[in-house]
């Protein structure tokens, strides 16, 4: 099992940047793609990106190509959500994960417990 904890989130105003980190720590031996998802107050989660474990194969959602950035350091064993040109509905609360490749909350078994990202207008 992996345990994963974010960090990075705060309040931005529109058009602002943060940088979300996540570190794994316990079974990270495991060669895992890992995902960033987003959960705003009374909306299903949602898939954001994803990157496999080599880093050469990478995978957004629409609503934030262009303006977000996943990337990761596998001796750190921490993966990366450089968000740029913020929105206020880039506001939620931003989950990493770990598993198998996907966009599908379903193929990533490990979680971290949310880091809260809030765009004012």
């Known amino acids: 099992q992996v345990q994963l904890e974010e960090s990075g989130g705060g309040l931005v105003q529109t058009g602002g940047s943060l940088r979300l980190s996540c570190a794994a720590s316990?079974?990270?031996?495991?060669?895992?793609?890992m995902g960033w998802f987003r959960q705003a107050p009374g909306k299903e989660r949602e898939f954001v990106a994803v990157?496999?474990?080599?880093?050469?194969?990478?995978y957004y959602a629409g609503s934030v190509k262009g303006r977000f950035t996943i990337s990761r350091d596998n001796a750190k064993n921490t993966v990366y959500l450089q968000m740029n040109s913020l929105k206020p509905e880039d506001t939620a609360v931003y989950y990493c994960a770990s598993g198998d490749w996907g966009v599908d909350p379903g193929a990533f078994g490990s979680w971290g417990q949310g880091t809260q990202v809030t765009v004012s207008s």
């Open positions: 316990g079974r990270t031996s495991r060669r895992y793609s």
């Open positions: 990157i496999n474990w080599t880093g050469d194969v990478i």
